[in-house]
């Protein structure tokens, strides 16, 4: 099975290192918008269109199926894409809420969704975690963690920035990290928010992907190849790096 995997940029690299490791596909074709990343400050008639963009990039591969890693692009143009295609279109933020509906949380439990300012604008997640009982939801657009992410920054700049964001909230029990960038300070976050859970869009695609799809770990070693925009080299850099790749 071929997968094609697209992200805004680099960041959608989070969800490829946990697909990469459940095994599931014989090849995996990544594709980063590097040109017009970022897109969670774009309108959602922009997201669709360079969405629909990105789908007919992956026609010259004749893929099996669609990930949209991306969180902003899943926010908007998911619905747009499955219209355009026959195979499966899967975004992150159906896998999210099923991993919360799975787990052995209350439906009083605190969560906290953090994402870019579209897809907060968008108010997605929290509308799906109300439909499946959720009630206590706090949304929180955290644009800042991108860039600091993207840079390689911690310490005390990431912490002065937590302290903005998170300074009206308590006693979260989860934390979607709604953006591809999020997993790589999942572990600062957790931390300062006194240890809470955290939901990650690689882990929960691979979650959705054995439940829904029933797939199962391959023999084979997955071939994956990189494309991008602009600049593939410096994504391919990146994916090096993130995917501890040889
Ligand atoms: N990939 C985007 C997301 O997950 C983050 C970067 C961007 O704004 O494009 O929402």
């Known amino acids: 099975m071929r997968v094609g995997v697209f992200d805004s940029g680099v960041g959608g690299l989070t969800v490829v290192k946990s697909i990469l490791k459940a095994n599931f596909f014989e090849e995996i074709i990544y594709y980063g918008d590097t040109a017009r990343v970022p897109y969670g400050t774009k309108d959602k008639t922009t997201i669709i269109s360079y969405s629909l963009d990105a789908l007919e990039f992956f ?78 939801i706090d949304s929180i657009a955290t644009p800042l963690f991108v860039p600091l992410v993207e840079e390689g920054i911690k310490g005390s700049i990431l912490d002065e920035s937590m302290k903005f964001y998170f300074s009206e909230i308590s006693k979260v029990d989860v934390v979607i990290l709604g953006c591809t960038h999020f997993p790589l300070i999942e572990e600062e976050i957790s931390l300062f928010l006194n240890n809470c859970k955290t939901i990650h869009s690689g882990d929960a695609i691979v979650n959705l992907l054995q439940k829904r799809y029933n797939l199962k770990a391959i023999t084979k070693k997955t071939k994956i190849s990189f494309f991008a925009s602009s600049n593939p080299d410096g994504l391919k850099k990146v994916a090096k790096k993130w995917l501890e790749l040889e």
């Open 59 to 136: 026609k010259n591969f004749e893929i099996d199926m669609f990930i949209v890693a991306c969180n902003t692009a899943s926010a908007y143009a998911l619905e747009e894409l499955q219209n355009n295609t026959d195979i499966p279109v899967i975004g992150v933020i159906e896998s999210g809420v099923l991993a919360l509906e799975q787990s052995d949380l209350d439906d009083k439990s605190h969560i906290v969704v953090l994402g870019t300012r579209a897809t907060i604008d968008s108010d997605l997640y929290a509308k799906h975690l109300r439909k499946v009982g959720f009630s206590n």
